[in-house]
């Protein structure tokens, strides 16, 4: 079993809806972050969180760290075909800075 | 501008022969990593690096070497390449350090890798 596990592992949406992917750890979190991926392509950070409880946004996509410091969500409000990618969530499970952990990605696509 | 550079993009090789995949970080950032993508798996750590030959294994060294000799750049080599190495490869750089353990890393754009 994954010690980072994403939900869904890949989603399909209309333009214009709205989706939450789930990032779940099976232990507490220092930090989390996330991670988009056009197919192929590098990886561009979109956002970290660390503290219980905190929420960040970027443009059209909001991102929360639940209070026990061991789910995350990202959440995309209306829904655009440029939002398709790969998304990816990574989790530092220590203060010690050496392991950073991925998800296995949930992979969105956005239907115009 | 502030990158991770990896080169080569796209490599094929056959099995057994030695290659290398070189990255190189233009931000001075004493960490570096490299992780390989395969479908279903995400990401999985090969090796990472701490600053200037401190190195240690990730998640999945096996058949994997690495070398840390100046700070901006941190090779990949294969010294007898596998098919089951064929995969996408990632470098990437932080700022991480003991004072800011918990920062995000900054990607190259990726090898993809087939041995046949």
């Known amino acids: 079993s994954q010690e980072l596990e994403q939900s869904p592992q890949s989603l399909i949406v209309q333009e214009g809806k709205n989706l939450t992917i789930n990032c779940t750890s099976s232990?507490?979190?220092?930090?989390l972050y996330w991670y988009k991926q056009k197919y192929g392509e590098g990886l561009i950070f979109l956002m970290m969180?660390?503290?219980?409880?905190e929420e960040k946004s970027h443009e059209k996509i909001t991102a929360k760290l639940d209070e026990k410091k061991q789910q995350s969500s990202l959440h995309i409000t209306a829904s655009q075909p440029s939002h398709a990618g790969i998304y990816l969530c990574?989790?530092?499970?220590?203060?010690?800075?050496?392991?950073?952990?991925f998800g296995q990605g949930t992979i969105l696509t956005v239907h115009p | 501008e502030a990158q991770v550079t990896q080169n080569p993009r796209y490599l094929i090789t056959v099995t057994g022969k030695k290659l290398t995949v070189t990255c190189s970080q233009n931000?001075?950032?004493?960490?570096m990593s490299w992780y390989r993508q395969d479908p279903g798996l995400g990401l999985r750590q090969i090796y990472y690096?701490?600053?200037?030959?401190?190195?240690d294994k990730g998640d999945v060294p096996e058949g994997y070497k690495v070398s840390r000799k100046e700070k901006r750049n941190f090779p990949l080599i294969l010294e007898s390449p596998s098919p089951n190495q064929t995969s996408l490869y990632f470098c990437?750089?932080?700022?991480?350090?003991?004072?800011?353990?918990?920062?995000?890393?900054?990607f190259g754009n990726g090898t993809r890798l087939t041995v046949t």
């Open positions: 990574g989790a530092d499970w220590t203060s010690s800075y050496g392991k950073l952990t």
């Open positions: 931000m001075n950032h004493e960490y």
């Open positions: 990437a750089s932080s700022i991480r350090d003991r004072l800011t353990p918990n920062s995000p890393l900054h």
């Open positions: 969180l660390q503290k219980g409880g």
């Open positions: 690096s701490m600053n200037v030959e401190v190195t």
């Open positions: 232990k507490t979190l220092y930090g």
